[in-house]
């Protein structure tokens, strides 16, 4: 081949080239095109499965949305927030080995998200798990909080916490944490009616008080609040002010039973307590006679029910005791010596403390009794 002819050759190999390579850039940016064309559609379809499984998830319909959401992860696998929803979603259908599994791979990325761990805390409280939710909690309370009411949303997962350490009765370190709560509420009635209502549950009816009066210096008329107040000064022996709160209450609108109950009992208090004030020794003897009677037919009626032969023997020596002590409930011994009231309550006391534990809760007139033994004999 000659000099020309190999030019020729090589210009028109050389023409091919940049033709196959103007071709092959033509097709990367096409390919390119169509997959970035591709991705904004996954994109749009993950944004339209999210927003549809929200809205089922407001209305309750919690299968369609694990659907939806499943479509949306299907179509944007990079989204942590649809993944998460799916995982949330999981977890309010009880599918909770999957939600579990799904937030920690979620975890895995991100450790120090608190809504993460609060789900987390959530499935492991479900299932019981009382060392794992603690850890969650305690996670997600110090953890990284984002958007909107970030102390609100704080306070209500040391709430839950709160609520799981009381339910496992856990008291010692609920108080902990409550205590830790009630520095930090807001200004509002109902925060501190809440933290009241806890601090009861934990058996702390003082820390009780306090909220339950500041929340009434809020309103005073929270019936709520004067609810609690009267809750409060009940568990604290103080019946006087009990009913005083426990009334108002109901004058404010709070017919709940748990008032209603503990209304009433209060109110069978001040009339079957012997020692109440401005009695007469007749009217003592009277209503330590009542009682004792009241209680001697606890006892009959306990031991009529099915009882160990230990808790028979018991009841019973107790029973052969308490009758040897009614000649003492004498007026004239009563007038000589008032401490005859007292013994005599001792022996009530004594007689509805076994009686509640070999049978149960006694009736109401019997609690009012065991509330005025133990009151007068120093025990609360």
Aim: hydrophobic share 40%.
């Amino acid at each position: 081949m000659t000099e020309p002819q190999t030019s020729r050759a090589l210009d028109r190999d050389v023409f091919w080239l940049l033709v196959l390579a103007a071709i092959a850039i033509g097709l990367f940016f096409l390919t390119r095109n169509i997959a970035a064309k591709d991705r904004q559609l996954e994109i749009h379809t993950a944004a339209t499965w999210y927003a549809k499984g929200e809205q089922q998830v407001d209305s309750g319909l919690t299968e369609k949305a694990i659907d939806s959401f499943r479509k949306a992860v299907a179509n944007d696998r990079e989204n942590q927030k649809y993944a998460f929803a799916l995982a949330r979603a999981l977890a309010a259908g009880n599918h909770d080995l999957e939600a579990a599994q799904t937030v920690l791979r979620l975890r895995e990325a991100d450790p120090e998200d608190a809504q993460i761990n609060l789900v987390l805390a959530g499935l492991a409280s479900k299932r019981a798990d009382l060392t794992e939710a603690i850890h969650y909690y305690e996670n997600a309370i110090y953890g990284r909080w984002t958007g909107n009411q970030v102390d609100k949303r704080r306070r209500r997962a040391r709430i839950e916490l709160i609520q799981l350490l009381l339910s496992h009765q856990q008291f010692d370190r609920a108080l902990s944490e409550l205590l830790t709560l009630d520095g930090d509420l807001p200004d509002s009635a109902e925060s501190h009616v809440q933290a009241g209502q806890l601090f009861l549950q934990a058996n702390d009816p003082q820390h009780a008080l306090k909220d339950f009066e500041i929340a009434l210096k809020l309103d005073s008329h929270d019936p709520a609040a004067l609810a609690g107040a009267g809750d409060a000064y009940f568990e604290l022996g103080n019946y006087s002010k009990a009913r005083h709160y426990l009334e108002t209450a109901v004058g404010q609108g709070n017919e709940s039973g748990d008032v209603q109950e503990k209304l009433s009992l209060v109110k069978l208090i001040f009339s079957l307590d012997p020692l109440g004030p401005k009695l007469s020794a007749r009217e003592r003897q009277q209503r330590l006679k009542a009682g004792y009677q009241q209680a001697m037919q606890h006892l009959q009626t306990c031991m009529g029910q099915r009882l160990t032969n230990e808790q028979t023997t018991n009841l019973q020596n107790l029973a052969t005791e308490a009758v040897s002590t009614q000649p003492q409930f004498q007026l004239r011994n009563i007038e000589r010596d008032p401490d005859v009231v007292r013994s005599g309550l001792e022996t009530i006391y004594r007689i509805e403390t076994a009686t509640n534990a070999a049978c149960g809760k006694a009736p109401e007139s019997d609690q009012a009794l065991l509330l005025i033994a133990s009151r007068h004999d120093g025990r609360q």
